[in-house]
């Protein structure tokens, strides 16, 4: 059974829609990867799923978010802290931003266990230097006293996935947790997740530009643009043969695609600005592909190959190309 649910979701800033009609299903210890170019929609997704909508700005204009077959649209705000504290943990993008420049580490997470769990201060420290351990901080016990400008950038992008996973949630939203560290360290995190995965049965819906990292972790994949979703399905098929032009356009401009990253092509172009889509399919305008019906009609997510949906109306003719 799926952990969590999303269906139709769509995201408003005033009259302007900005998010539509989005579907998400994710069971558990599965990761999803969310994809897209900047300004699809993606963090405003994760914080939509959390409620955690800056509410004077933005709005959820529709849809549903199930987790565990509960509605959580109709939690009144003192659940829904609960259900962010204990059943989801999230990685936000910008962790300097997230952690408390102020609070020592261990602190950190231990407010959460006693808020949350009613911990004592020892069972709380006691399991703050447990979680540094579990996510391979080293000597935990000497820096769960640490404050967060004493961690390097990797150190404290884990003690945010400490943070995240103090109340052993079952769903962990990771918004690009790993953007921001170089590449060594990026596959340590990679794997620290994957670890965790197996670990705890942790579902974890994983946000990236990175193909490479969704490759080497998402079981399946979705794919958006424009606040729509082009393309979802298997992680394997999607990188295999992309039944959505949109899909294979990101593919051809990922590092590790035929050539080195100084020539990477960026996909021609630039996407809309939100709220300000194009007619028919949003990405007509960019597409190698388009024809007179793109400008017209939106084409509908439609079953292209196994489990698989896209939104193109000649997803058929790219299947027999390819
Ligand atoms: N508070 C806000 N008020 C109005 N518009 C917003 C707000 N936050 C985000 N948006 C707009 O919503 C769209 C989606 O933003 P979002 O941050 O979800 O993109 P993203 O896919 O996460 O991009 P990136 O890959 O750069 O993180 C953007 O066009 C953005 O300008
Ligand atoms: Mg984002």
Redesign the pocket.
């Known amino acids: 059974m799926s952990l969590l649910i999303v269906r139709n979701l769509s995201i408003a ?1 005033g009259e302007r829609l ?2 539509e009609e989005v579907d998400l299903d994710l069971a558990e210890g599965e990761v999803l990867g969310l994809v ?10 994760c914080r939509a799923l959390m409620r955690l ?2 509410h004077d ?2 709005h959820i204009a529709g849809g549903s978010v199930t987790l565990k077959g509960r509605d959580l649209a109709r939690l009144d705000e003192a659940e829904m802290r609960k259900v962010r504290g204990v059943e989801i943990g999230m990685i936000f ?1 910008n962790p300097s931003s997230h952690l408390d420049p102020v609070m020592r580490i261990g602190d950190q997470i231990a407010e959460s266990v006693r808020y949350h769990e009613g911990a004592s201060t020892k069972e709380a420290r006691g399991r703050a230097v447990e979680l540094l351990r579990q996510v391979g901080i080293p000597d935990p016990v000497r820096r769960v006293s640490a404050y967060p400008h004493e961690f390097s950038g990797g150190m404290r992008q884990r003690a945010m996935i400490a943070v995240a996973l103090a109340c052993r949630p079952k769903l962990l939203i990771a ?2 947790p790993t953007t921001a560290l170089d590449v060594t360290v990026q596959a340590q995190v990679l794997r620290l997740l994957l670890d965790l995965r197996d670990r705890l049965g942790l579902a974890i819906l994983l ?1 990236t ?1 990175n193909l490479g990292v969704v490759a080497q972790t998402c079981d399946s994949l979705t794919v ?1 643009y424009a ?1 729509r979703i082009m393309e979802r399905g298997p992680k394997r098929d999607l990188l295999r043969a992309p039944a959505h032009p949109y899909t294979e356009a990101l593919l051809k401009c990922q590092p590790g695609s035929a050539k080195p990253a100084a020539q990477l092509p960026a996909i021609p172009g630039q996407p809309p ?3 300000a889509f194009p007619p028919g399919c949003r990405f007509h305008p960019r597409c190698p592909r388009v024809a007179d019906i793109c400008r017209r009609e939106r084409p509908a997510l439609s079953p292209a190959q196994g489990p698989r949906v896209a939104a193109c109306h000649f997803t058929s003719a790219l299947r027999a190309a390819s």
Do not use: F, R, Y
Not at 36 to 43: D, L, Q, T, V
């Open positions: 800033a900005l998010v897209g170019e900047s300004g699809s929609g993606k963090s405003i997704t909508l800056p700005q933005l993008q918004d690009e946000v530009h958006m606040g600005l939100a709220g």
